[in-house]
């Protein structure tokens, strides 16, 4: 297994209190393999994601419990120093907002060729040509001649190509792509999607694909994890989760999403807001929002059923939800 997150745990400490922002998240990612990880605002996916990239800023964020296995090694136990060479050679991150992400005063050709620099000790010329055959292989026309401009001088799809250049420099293991389209228009979302998926399967690498949008990850998803106040309340294969949704907050999900063939219709949203974190109700969170919500959602805490081998939900009344 390439990355395995057990029982994770992260707080945040603040004036008004603590928040609970992961509660015991559980994933895998093996080689090759894409997991989408979909939940509304605030449900934990980017904070999970920081913990296993080990850029959590802390304080006021802190670990408090949980391992996080990437080839078999704990990353939680390793010194900060050994964690930065895992970053970039073994792991990398795509953020949504590239301007904010890349270095607006230096080219990005230099840019480009600092990580080959740093981590192979590669001279400056070597490195620059480097960054050009990158640039070419995340499909930006004339990169020969834009090599030396600036991250303001390229449109925000080139941009956010330049960054998965980045991640990709050093060929990590595994990808993490935190709503990596969410700031494109809609059609240069789906091309720089298509970059990043032909990428990943050339390369073999494990991908995190954090995400709002249900809609995309049907092409490009092995696997679903569902988010909601900082855990796991389903995981399943892509295709068994579009077909019967185990918990009635994935099944509010997918009814969220528009379909072009109900054109003008009203969309069902989830009613309500998400928890506060820092008094997240007991028994199930999800139960002042659940349409099936009974009595014992109220006190227990659903574990995550085994529905099936490779699928789990943590509802009360999975069997009712996946035959409803
Ligand atoms: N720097 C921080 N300081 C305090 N609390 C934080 C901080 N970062 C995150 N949190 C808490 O963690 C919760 C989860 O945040 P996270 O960014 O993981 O949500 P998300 O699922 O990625 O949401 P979004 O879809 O909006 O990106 C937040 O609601 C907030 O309570
Ligand atoms: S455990 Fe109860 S409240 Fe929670 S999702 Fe299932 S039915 Fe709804
Ligand atoms: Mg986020």
Known sequence: ?????????????????????????????????????????????????QAIMGILDTPPGKITGGEVLFQGQDLLKLKEEERRKIRGAGMAMIFQDALSSLNPVL???????????????????????????????????ASKERVGQYPHQFSGGMRQRIMIAMALSLEPSLIIADEPTTALDV???????????TLQSELNMGLILITHDLGVVADVADKIAVMYAGRIVETAPVHDIYKAPAHPYTKGLLESIPRLDQKGEELYAIKGLPPNLMRIPPGCAFNPRCPMAQDVCRTD???LYEVSQDRRSACHFWRETLNG
Do not use: C, W
């Open 1 to 49: 297994m390439l990355l395995e997150v057990r029982d994770l745990h992260v707080e945040f400490h603040t004036r008004d209190g603590v928040a609970k922002a992961v509660n015991g998240v559980n994933y895998t990612v093996d080689e090759g393999e894409t997991l989408a990880v979909l939940g509304e605002s605030g449900s934990g996916k980017s904070v999970t994601a």
């Open 107 to 141: 080219s990005v050709g230099d840019q480009l060729g600092e990580m080959f620099a740093v981590h192979q000790g590669m001279k400056r010329k070597a490195a620059r040509a480097k960054a050009v055959e990158l640039m070419e292989r995340v499909g930006i026309p």
């Open 187 to 197: 059609t240069v979302q789906a091309q720089v999607m298509d970059l990043l998926a």
């Open 301 to 303: 805490e659903p574990p």
